[in-house]
C-alpha cells in the first residue's frame, strides 16, 4: 500500500513575529505544520528571550535564505544597568552588580564610541563551534574558549529613552552582530555593567515588523478561513531580497546565464549580489564577477 505524501508544495515568505519563551526552531515547525508545507526554513535564529522578525521561507524561497541572513537586521534593546550575568540577557545567573550612577548624557556621549566599524568578541553563549561544540555548550559546563574578535558595522545606535537602570536603544547593524555584548560593552564602558532584558528584532533585510504575523494570529485565521486565507498572507520569494539590487535581463542574456555563462548587463553595480528579472519575472540571485558580468548564484523556478 503507497503511502500518500498530503504536504504542500508552497513556495515564498512569510515574516513571523517570534514571541519570547520560544526557539525560533520551535516558531518555523509550527508555521511549518500549519501550512503543512513539504519544506521550510527561516533566516537567523532569534534566542528564546527575543521578539520579532522571523522569516520563514517556504519551498523556492529556501534558495534564498543564504542572502536574507546575510542582510542587515535592526533592533529594539532594553538593557537593565548595573547587572551582569553568566549569558548577557536575563535567562542569565546574576555575575556582579554595581551602582548605577550613569546619566542620559553619559549614555548619549558614549554611543558614537560603539557606532561605524568596530570589533567585537562573540560570547561564549552562542551557537558558534568550536571543535564541533557549541560554545553554549561548553559555557554551561564552565568551560572558556579564547574567541577571536570580529569585525562589525552597527550603522546606529541611539537611546530612546532611560528611565534609572532601564534604558532603551535601537540598533541597526550588520550581520553577525551580538546585541548582548554590544550592551555588556557599553555598560562597561560605563562602569555599571548591563544585561539585555528586552529584545526585539524589528527588521531583516526588507522585511520589516509591520508585515508579520503572530502564531496565534495564523492559527486563528487558519481556524476561520482555512488554508487559501494563510497563503494570501506568503509573500513572492523575491520579497525576502528586495535589499538587493535588481538587474534586467533579456531573453538572450537570460539564455547565456542559465547556461552558466556570465553576461554583461546594463546598470550592473560594481561588486555583490543581485536580483534577475526576465520581463519582469524574478528569476534568481546573480552576482557579480571580477570583470563586471553578471553570473547566476541562484536559480528560481516558477
Known amino acids: 500500500m503507497t503511502r500518500h505524501n498530503s504536504k504542500r508544495a508552497v513556495n515564498g515568505f512569510l515574516i513571523v513575529d517570534k514571541p519570547a519563551g520560544v526557539s525560533s526552531n520551535g516558531v518555523l515547525q509550527q508555521v511549518k505544520r500549519l501550512f503543512n508545507a513539504k519544506k521550510a526554513g527561516h533566516t537567523g535564529s532569534l534566542d528564546p528571550l ?3 522578525v522571523l522569516p520563514v521561507c517556504f519551498g523556492e524561497a529556501t534558495k534564498l535564505s543564504q542572502y536574507l541572513l546575510d542582510a542587515d537586521k535592526a533592533y ?3 538593557a537593565t544597568l548595573g547587572i551582569k550575568t553568566t549569558t548577557g540577557d536575563s535567562e542569565g545567573s546574576v555575575i556582579s552588580e554595581k551602582p548605577v550612577t550613569a546619566t ?3 549614555i548619549e556621549n558614549m554611543l558614537p564610541q560603539f557606532t561605524g566599524c568596530i ?6 553563549y552562542s551557537a558558534l563551534k568550536h571543535k564541533g561544540q557549541p560554545l553554549y555548550k561548553l559555557a554551561r559546563e564552565g568551560k572558556q574558549i579564547e574567541r ?6 552597527i550603522h546606529e545606535f541611539k537611546l530612546l529613552s532611560y528611565t534609572k537602570p532601564y534604558a532603551q536603544f535601537y540598533i541597526k547593524c550588520t550581520k553577525g552582530t551580538y546585541v548582548r555584548t554590544l550592551i555588556e560593552d557599553l555598560g562597561e564602558a560605563l562602569g555599571c555593567e548591563a544585561h539585555i532584558s528586552a529584545l526585539r528584532r524589528t527588521q531583516a533585510g526588507s522585511c520589516q515588523e509591520t508585515q508579520s504575523y503572530t502564531p496565534e494570529q495564523l492559527q486563528q485565521i487558519h481556524a476561520e478561513k ?7 498572507l506568503i509573500l513572492p520569494p523575491e520579497n525576502g531580497i528586495l535589499h538587493l539590487p535588481k538587474l534586467l535581463a533579456g531573453k538572450t542574456a537570460v ?8 553576461v554583461a548587463l546594463p546598470q550592473t553595480p560594481l561588486s555583490g549580489f543581485v536580483r534577475l528579472y526576465s520581463d519582469n519575472r524574478f528569476i534568481g540571485i546573480g552576482s557579480v564577477t571580477d570583470d563586471g558580468k553578471v553570473a547566476m548564484q541562484r536559480a528560481i523556478k516558477h
Open 255 to 262: 539564455v547565456h546565464i542559465r547556461q552558466g555563462n556570465p
Open 119 to 124: 570589533q567585537q568578541i562573540p560570547p561564549m
Open 226 to 232: 482555512g488554508t487559501e486565507a494563510l497563503d494570501k
Open 50 to 52: 527575543a521578539t520579532g
Open 76 to 78: 529594539l534593546a532594553t
Open 148 to 153: 577571536k574578535p570580529r569585525e562589525i558595522t
Open 104 to 106: 542620559t548624557d553619559a
